[in-house]
């Protein structure tokens, strides 16, 4: 599945978009050892199926996927980065690029170039916000290195009364065996954290994974996990036709892959659609009369793999408290749609972007920007709350989470220590390179009915 937290130094790329920064000199920084894989015949067999079921074999395949074929796994770098030393933007830009040639890496996470200070700044806002009664409990999903949980374990044990280091547990549940090997060396660095400390390997979004329910409160920790979980497209003939969904079939006479159009039929698309137009206001007079003169096809891409994923936490750990960071935005996205992805793949050195997903076999990356405002309703939706009672009328639950979206540099203005990332001449890449990144915070209100 999609849960394996890696951000690869194309992905990177994409939040190092201020106007003064070539997009080469962004975009090319890293090493990536991928080759073509005419797979299209594996990664679809003779029945078709979802963009969503297609895109999981492509990025996680055991053989076949785009993951399976990196050379080496996430990046960790040997010391932090003494930003305080560097004069500015060109000599960190320089650093970056030396560090990523040296280390032959193609994946370093923002947690990881920015340690300790990221995790920090996360550890902070779980402290400032949890209800220190009761023992701390944290869930991390697609944990990387294990970079961030060691930075959250460093700082409640320097930070927090003593009882609530020595009574909290840190989970981590990853899919990727070789990293949950990592994360446990790189936790193990200090003693102490190996009683709090474990890791699961396995798929988060497997109901069947997570045993009984947990009922005391807990957090979940995402990062950069929701660009890299399968999605579904789906397709109008105009604005005012029913949605289609979206399968992909192999051509055995072209040896090609190709869509293939049907009625909704899949459940997790159909939820996902009900919330994306839960609120949708209808076409006024003059835009549907447009739409029949000028009829125009729709293609929508859909985060069903998020729903998935937000529908087994809340039904297995209700009282959580959520903390997300993901991408808003992509530049010079090809992909046609609405939230569609940027399909990106590297070869002899040199980085291109594919104009069709169907394009990616085995030898791209395939990553979605996260519509935070869709993100929201889901997570209501999830808890229960924007859910349509049995005789179609709206819920008239209370809302049951407390939401805020936060740009990456008020995170961490408002909960970490910005000083410590800055450089000699007043720059800060955490701050000011990260301008299409955002922190999504979400904890239970007090309503249950």
Known sequence: MALVRLISSRKLSQSLCSRNVDRFELIRIGSLRAAFFSTQKKLVDDEPVLVRDFIHRALYDAKLGY?????????????SIKFNQLEGRKAYMKLLEKVYKQSDISWFTPVELFKPWYAHGIAEAILRTTNLS??????EIGGGSGTCAKGILDYIMLNAPERIYNNMTYTSIEISPSLAKIQKETVAQVGSHLSKFRVECRDASDLSGWRNVEQQPCWVIMLEVLDNLPHDLVYSQSQLSPWMEVLVENKPESESLSELYKPLEDPLIKRCIEIV????????KPKEIWSKLFPKPRRCWLPTGCLK??????????????????????PDVKVPGERAPLVSTKKDGSSSDYSSYLDAKG???????????????????????????????PSKKGRKRRTLTL???????EFGLPSKTRTKDGYNPLLDDFKNTKFYLSVPTHNTK
Do not use: N
Request: net charge negative; charged share 30%.
């Open 309 to 330: 994923l937000l529908e087994v936490l809340h039904e297995k750990l209700p009282k959580m408290s959520l903390i997300a960071s993901d991408f808003s935005f992509l």
């Open 277 to 284: 137009e839960h609120e949708a206001p209808p076409l006024s």
């Open 134 to 139: 009761v023992p701390l409990k944290i869930y």
């Open 407 to 413: 740009d990456t540099s008020a995170f961490m203005d």
């Open 67 to 79: 993951f399976s074929q990196r050379s080496q796994s996430v990046g960790v770098l040997e010391r």
């Open 363 to 393: 030898d791209a990356d395939i990553f979605f920007p996260t519509d935070f405002w869709l993100l929201e309703r889901m997570d209501h939706y999830c808890s229960g709350w924007r859910k349509t009672e049995k005789d179609g009328s």
